[in-house]
């Protein structure tokens, strides 16, 4: 007898084991990540998604807070094929519901040929497949969480030091922390602004750059950060990382749509359309930028071809939708930091201040 149920939208109930107990929904989607279960599960990224690691062990090497991007655990629930006691029982701390011995290959299969898809579980003693389908029943289309900003983003503003060469104001939809000590490290204090921050917010801090982070969620929906980007765009340098693209993008007169069933995982190769180089990149995204808008692209995606990396020189606006801050992942695209901050320090919008 089964303990846990994973229902789909396409009418599937699968039979699994529970780990951490519960009832949840989301969006089914999955990771191809084969290392950085600490840091995905507390991506805020991941908020009203039910998380699906590809690869089939997770948790063999423990669960650090030190390697934490957030301070909770962030997906709805998560799903592996064999999930280690330690995250188990860390996952079960957090009400979390977690569900293991399940074939995730046809979960991969399935999200990879019909897309992203309402998902319902039910974990626990007492579960039964009904319980798991009435929790996929009710699960929103990801647009629907107009607000989901909420979830996700400081309320107060914090500044967080790190030696005042450049200040950085950076509109926190869901940030990831190691964006904030990517910053710091390279003697930028970084200003964490709410994700309904006004332009009056913005401008008390008096940045060198505006920052739009990642974040869960459509970003249509980020309609207060828009209308920031709109207000400092041609006076302020702008950067932004995964939503923070998108959101810059549709600012400026461009759009987003959605994907498939995204980019999550560690080895996403990009192209720089520059110097034709390709790097192994991290994603987490299900989004993309559709028209660029007045933005030049920079790099795109080697396997679907899709925007990775825009800029404007007239502008001032400098933006990836993969992660360069890594955390999982290769390091090999943290350059993007300097770059920003480089434009921060240069500008010559900020030069005339
Ligand atoms: N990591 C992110 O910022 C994700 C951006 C957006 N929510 C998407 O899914 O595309």
């Known amino acids: 007898m089964s303990d846990a149920y994973i229902a789909l939208a396409d009418g599937r109930v699968l039979e699994a084991r529970a780990r951490a107990p519960g009832r949840t929904r989301g969006e089914l989607v999955f990771t191809t990540a084969y290392t950085g279960y600490e840091e995905s599960l507390t991506d805020p990224s991941y908020a009203e998604q039910i998380l699906t690691f590809s690869y089939p062990l997770i948790g063999n090497y423990g669960v650090r807070s030190e390697r934490f991007e957030s301070d909770s655990v962030r997906p709805n629930a998560a799903i592996a094929r064999e999930l ?78 790190g030696g005042g060469d450049a200040t950085v104001a950076l509109l926190d939809c869901g940030a990831k922390g190691s964006i904030i000590s990517s910053l710091t490290e390279r003697g930028a204090d970084v200003h964490v602004l709410p994700y309904d921050a006004t332009p009056e917010d913005v401008a008390d801090v008096d940045p060198d750059v505006l920052f739009v982070s990642n974040g869960p969620g459509d970003p249509e929906n980020f309609v ?27 600012a400026l007169g461009g759009s987003t749509e959605k994907m498939a069933f995204g980019h999550r995982g560690v080895n996403q190769p990009v192209k720089d359309l520059r110097t034709d180089k390709v790097v192994m990149t991290t994603q987490n995204h299900g989004y993309t930028v559709d028209d660029t808008g007045p933005l030049e692209v920079t790099q795109v995606n080697v396997n679907d071809d899709t925007v990775e990396g825009l800029d404007s020189e007239e502008l001032d606006v400098i933006t990836r939708q993969y992660h360069p801050e890594a955390n999982p992942g290769p390091h090999d695209s943290l350059g993007f930091f300097d770059e920003v901050l480089e434009l921060a320090r240069s500008a010559p919008s900020v030069a005339a201040d």
């Open 84 to 161: 280690t006691d330690d995250v188990a029982e860390w996952l079960a701390g957090e009400d979390v519901p977690a569900v293991d011995h399940v074939d995730t290959r046809e979960i991969v299969t399935t999200v990879r040929e019909e897309g992203a898809m309402a998902c319902g579980i039910a974990a626990g003693p007492d579960a039964t497949p009904e319980d798991a389908v009435a929790e996929m029943e009710a699960c929103e289309p990801m647009s629907d969480h107009v607000d989901i900003g909420a979830q996700v983003s400081v309320t107060e503003p914090t500044v967080h030091e």
């Open 224 to 250: 207060a950060a828009q209308t920031v980007v709109d207000e400092f765009a041609g006076d302020l340098p702008l950067a932004g990382i995964c939503l923070g693209q998108q959101v810059i993008t549709s």
